[in-house]
């Protein structure tokens, strides 16, 4: 979706499920502070605003996005938890070395998606220069942290709700 006038992060707040009964990882990037910290609030923020108990939310903080895979298996290992969401942004420069850490992580993320049946969120930002990381860590195009936590609380309410048995999957 382009983000060009538009704020990505709204949502529509009364369609939301509960976090009340989950409980969340969230593993930030150190690298980019700023902006990561930016993000981790809003993330943080919204898991609050939507019932997560602070107790409910574990927090790691990893060197750089790089590391963000390895920091959310250890924190999935470690606690008992219903989705991770994992923070960071890989600003680009003068080398391609954002497309290989970006791709990394995405691709690790999905991995530890599927080998946990749990959501591992990627809340990483790609932009190409920090005006733009920062545009959208609580700047004119919303915050990609609240984003992700919107994601993660869906993503473990559809999984409660196909357990359950309550919903079809399809049209």
Not at 97 to 112: F, T
Not at 125 to 140: F, S, V, W
Not at 143 to 162: P, S, Y
């Amino acid at each position: 979706m382009a983000s060009a006038n538009k704020n990505l992060s709204a949502y529509n707040e009364e369609n939301m499920p509960s976090a009340a009964p989950h409980t969340f990882g969230i593993v930030v990037s150190e690298w980019n502070t700023e902006i990561t910290h930016a993000l981790y609030d809003g993330c943080y923020d919204t898991l609050i605003k939507h019932g997560a108990k602070e107790e409910n939310i574990h927090t790691l903080q990893v060197p750089g996005s790089f590391e963000l895979t390895a920091g959310a298996r250890i924190l999935m290992d470690r606690k008992k938890l219903n989705a991770v969401i994992c923070i960071g942004c890989v600003i680009k420069g003068e080398t391609s070395h954002n497309e290989y850490i970006n791709y990394a992580v995405a691709n690790g993320l999905s991995n530890l998606s599927v080998m946990y049946a749990k959501p591992f969120i990627f809340g990483v930002l790609t932009p190409n220069n920090e005006e733009q990381a920062r545009d959208r860590a609580g700047g004119k195009h919303g915050n990609k942290g609240v984003e992700a936590a919107v994601t993660a609380i869906r993503m473990v309410a559809v999984k409660e709700d196909l357990k359950e048995g309550n919903k079809k999957i399809g049209f």
